[in-house]
């Protein structure tokens, strides 16, 4: 098994983060969580998050923000799907899906990207994971 330890102050929200990613806690509009999150599997938002949210390559870690959520921080994940509203510097090694009523305000480095008409980035988009061909020798 793995251990994974979240620590801070008295009042950070380790244990409102937990929660949430665990599913205890779906947040709500006019809820609002802050704190850096780091997951493995999905972690879905419906309300709005404050903080870093990441997860590693290895993890297959799929980021879903949900229309009318919000999250304000950099997003390092492999999967994303952005409904609602996304400010940060974003990473995604796999996909990035931006459905019609998502939008994105920063620089987007990813892998594979979709766009769906009605979507909307502010900020540059960088193909930079893409697999470099290999020379031929």
């Known amino acids: 098994g793995k251990i994974t330890t979240l620590l801070g102050a ?9 929660k949430a990613i665990s599913g205890v806690l779906r947040t709500e509009r006019g809820e609002v969580t802050k704190g ?3 997951f493995e599997g999905e972690l879905l938002i419906q309300g709005k998050v404050q903080g870093d949210i990441s997860s590693s390559p290895d993890s297959k870690g799929t980021l879903v923000i949900e229309e ?23 990473a995604s090694t796999e996909l990035l899906h931006i459905t019609s009523s998502g939008s994105i305000e920063g620089p987007v480095r990813y892998n594979n990207l979709q766009l769906e008409s009605g979507s909307s980035v502010a900020g540059s988009l960088s193909p930079e994971f893409k697999a470099k061909p290999r020379s031929a020798t």
């Open 10 to 18: 008295n009042g950070a929200g380790k244990t409102t983060t937990l």
């Open 36 to 38: 850096n999150i780091e």
């Open 68 to 90: 009318k959520a919000e999250v304000e921080g950099n997003v390092n994940v492999p999967v994303i799907k952005v409904g609602g509203v996304l400010r940060g510097d974003v």
